[in-house]
């Protein structure tokens, strides 16, 4: 399958990791925090400040869940643009295939977290009627590419050690574990991300071992809900390092994510991942952008041959304790079509197609085959261990 990628890159050990170039204009949406329950919707916000936590500061103290309304209004906009081949423009959506099993937690005194997977449901007292069948509906119209992010998002061994310690802030984790609202990163940084754990005795990513049991349960959630096995992976907060590669690459992870920066090239690593760095925030819930904005750092990355790699999270979609929703479609909408009106040669892909075209030289959609010329890029292209997110 790698043939045709290694006549254009050497995989030996002693020379530098080159990147890849197109010949035509790829356009990316990656999308992560897709599945992942937050503040548990009007009741459980006020359930939170009666237990004096000072809510509105922030705009994640409103993210919640999506719900199949929000769902379907970002594949019902999708579907209305089309690139050169007549494809709709796609958004891959990086999930979180389990959350705290909030009654089962409590039962247990907080003496042990548990969890439950998407495919068992929404735990506790979380309703969206009609939300995974919202899933599914646009992944069948190939607006939606389901991806991995993790079996959780925070560190589950950071939060069972706050727990036990019984100070401030294993309480905050309790009240918020009545509530059924899992945490609030920014108010509470040492619960960390999934492969990582921010604070000591172990500080650091989690040994070779853990994070390989890790992703292989969040891979066979993955498989079980989506009836089909993970091509890319993105770390939750990117925290990811050569351990976390290898363990995608054994669960058959093809593509890599990672954050945002300088456009760097798709390029492959030790373990075959092929790794692919996204080159644009719009995140219309921290900040708004204008327009001129989004289209000059696109045009830098076509001008380079990178594609043009869109980071947008999924609270953007969200409206159910306020409506960040309209402005992120409206956001996406504009610069789609001004993407669509620039580029008459555009193509919408996904990580897969990515990876088809680096390897094959060619992808397929539901128009057809598709061929693009890929060139080796001669400067160096560097894959961060881990980033800010």
């Known amino acids: 399958m790698l043939n045709f990628a290694r006549k254009l890159w050497n995989l ?74 007549g494809r709709p423009a796609c958004v891959l959506m990086n999930f979180v295939l389990a959350n705290i099993d909030f009654p089962k937690t ?46 959780t998002h925070f560190c589950k061994q950071a939060a069972e050690y706050q727990l036990a310690k019984n100070d401030e802030r294993g309480s905050l984790l309790r009240t918020l574990w009545k509530a059924e609202t899992p945490y609030i990163y920014w108010r509470m940084p040492w619960i960390g991300y999934e492969y990582c754990n921010p604070e000591p005795p172990k500080a650091g990513f989690l040994p070779a071992e853990a994070q390989q049991e890790l992703i292989a349960a969040a891979a066979e959630s993955f498989t079980k809900f989506f009836a089909r096995a993970p091509v890319s992976a993105c770390a939750p907060g990117y925290r990811a390092d050569r351990e976390t590669h290898l363990a995608w690459s054994k669960c058959g992870v093809r593509v890599a994510q990672n954050g945002s920066g300088s456009p760097l090239h ?75 009106a620039k580029y008459p040669n555009l193509l919408y892909v996904h ?18 085959k598709v061929s693009v010329t890929v060139q080796q890029n001669a400067g160096k292209a560097r894959s961060a261990a881990w980033g800010a997110k």
């Open 351 to 368: 990580d897969g197609d990515v990876y088809d075209i680096v390897t094959r030289g060619k992808f397929e959609n539901s128009h057809g």
């Open 106 to 151: 409590r039962r247990n005194n907080y003496q042990q977290i548990h969890l439950r997977t998407l495919a068992e449901g929404l735990p506790g007292n979380w309703k969206r009627p009609g939300l995974f069948e919202a899933y599914r509906q646009g992944i069948g119209d190939g607006v939606f590419y389901p991806a991995l992010h993790g079996l």
């Open 12 to 85: 030996g050990k002693d020379v530098p990791a080159q990147g890849f170039s197109f010949s035509r204009p790829l356009l990316l949406i990656q999308s992560d925090d897709w599945g992942r329950v937050g503040v548990r919707d009007r009741e459980g916000y006020e359930q939170l400040r009666a237990s004096g936590i000072p809510l509105g500061q922030n705009p994640y103290d409103l993210y919640t869940l999506e719900t199949a309304e929000d769902v379907a209004a970002l594949g019902e906009m999708l579907n209305r643009h089309r690139d050169s081949t």
């Open 266 to 340: 798709p390029h492959f690593d030790e373990w075959e991942l092929l790794h692919l760095h996204r080159t644009i925030d719009i995140e219309p819930s921290q900040r708004d952008l204008p327009l001129e904005k989004y289209m000059q750092l696109a045009d830098d990355c076509f001008a380079r041959g990178v594609p043009t790699i869109v980071s947008v999270h999924a609270i953007n979609f969200h409206s159910t304790l306020k409506d960040f929703r309209g402005p992120t479609l409206r956001a996406l909408d504009e610069f789609l079509s001004a993407l669509e």
